[in-house]
């Protein structure tokens, strides 16, 4: 007889000790259940538009490019694009160097830079382009007919997405850019 109570007395331990949490804890389950009862709240309610959808890298999109003209020396007309062609950064995608612009991914304030060599007696004439219209100018030429000019160039713009931004002749006649040493750059504030 006290086996038998001995036994129930252990099965009524025992099954005292299985039926209860091991750990006072939550679990992972149960943390995942209420985050994402967290973000679904955040959500519906609209708190921080697309901060709960969305992480942080997502949202805050780096948008940067810094490409080369390469090859020789390129003599450009009126108005012809000059082409930057050696990518070598191009983060968020925005710079096209088939054709030699930049498109904006996304709306926002941006900062451009390019710099043009010129060959040995010649100059450059060149201007950052906004969708068609001039917004900021150098004038890269030297007095010594011996040696070569480098000049760059600066300029802050307000785009919106889809706006296109490139680097064009902006002289009547003829100018020359040495490719080796001509870059062209941005990014978005």
Request: include cysteine; hydrophobic fraction near 35%; aromatic fraction near 14%.
């Amino acid at each position: 007889m006290h086996s038998v109570v001995f036994a129930v007395g252990l099965g009524a331990i025992f099954g005292t000790i299985s039926t209860e949490k091991i750990s006072p804890g939550p679990s992972l389950k149960s943390f995942r259940d209420d985050y994402d009862n967290v973000a679904k709240t955040c959500e519906a309610v609209g708190y921080v538009k697309n901060y709960c959808k969305y992480n942080q890298f997502k949202r805050n999109i780096v948008i940067a490019f810094y490409a080369q003209a390469k090859g020789s020396t390129q003599t450009l007309r009126e108005r012809q694009t000059v082409m930057f062609q050696d990518v070598n950064l191009n983060i968020g995608g925005g710079y096209n160097a088939t054709k030699g612009f930049f498109n904006a991914p996304k709306s926002g304030v941006y900062v451009f830079e390019w710099t043009i060599l010129t060959p040995q007696n010649k100059y450059a004439y060149t201007s950052l382009v906004l969708n068609g219209k001039r917004k900021a100018y150098s004038y890269c030429h030297n007095n010594n007919h011996s040696l070569r000019s480098s000049c760059s160039k600066m300029t802050v713009v307000k785009m919106v997405v889809g706006d296109k931004a490139w680097i064009d002749n902006n002289s009547r006649s003829l100018t020359s850019v040495s490719a080796e040493y001509s870059s062209f750059s941005g990014f978005m504030l």
